[in-house]
């Protein structure tokens, strides 16, 4: 098995252990896509290339009524006259943030890079932060370093979008926008009212 091989094996097989949850426990879930704008270096003509990107990713993870949230990320970023990495990663996020509400997330892993002949980097280290509010709203930026293996050049390179995840606005939706729109029965559950009091609660709790 080559190296590539391996490093998307561990990052598969690790967050399949992370999301893993007992049996009579809900798990949290993600789908998301959006667009914005990014830039990716090029070590053939040492600039950076700008342009228009589209972000879709979709994820599992552990019970959205803990504190911390623990799970897996597919993702592609496509960058508009450019191509799309293709990236596995490993997530935590607040329960806040899983519940469809107020929080964070960050996502951490590799990406393949269909694009170019190694000069913007084949195999890139990705790490991602996400801010999420409710309706599904979230803001992203995320940063490409370095390279997992091989001989093209190592990554550099941004990214900022603003996306809708579809089930943090649906099926995991609990908290302050339930004041306008009911979730009758959320994915997991309910948090205790003891849970949602105090200031910053959906980020910390």
């Known amino acids: 098995m080559g190296v590539r091989a391996r490093v998307f094996a561990g990052i598969l097989g690790g967050a399949c252990i992370l999301h893993a949850a007992p049996a009579r426990a809900d798990v949290s879930s993600f789908l998301s896509g959006g667009g914005g704008y990014g830039a990716q270096y090029n070590d053939a003509t040492n600039r950076f290339r700008q342009t228009g990107a589209a972000s879709f990713g979709l994820g599992v993870g552990t ?15 496509t960058f508009f006259g450019l191509g799309t990495d293709l990236g596995l990663s490993i997530r935590i996020a607040t329960g806040g943030f899983a519940r469809g509400d107020w929080g964070l997330a960050f996502d951490a892993g590799a990406a393949w890079r269909s694009f170019g002949r190694g ?6 280290i990705t790490a991602r932060i996400t801010g999420g509010g409710p309706w ?25 979008v603003l996306e809708l995840d579809l089930l943090r606005l649906t099926v995991m939706r609990q908290g302050s926008s339930e004041k306008w729109w009911p979730n009758p029965a959320p994915a997991g559950g309910r948090v205790q009212e003891t849970a949602k009091n105090g200031p910053l609660a959906g980020l910390l709790w």
């Open 63 to 77: 019970d959205p009524l803990r504190r911390a949230v623990l799970g897996g990320m597919l993702r592609s970023t």
């Open 119 to 124: 000069e913007y980097g084949r195999w890139p």
């Open 136 to 160: 599904g709203l979230q803001l992203a930026v995320a940063g490409d370093v370095l390279k997992v293996a091989g001989n093209d050049a190592q990554a550099r390179g941004v990214v900022a």
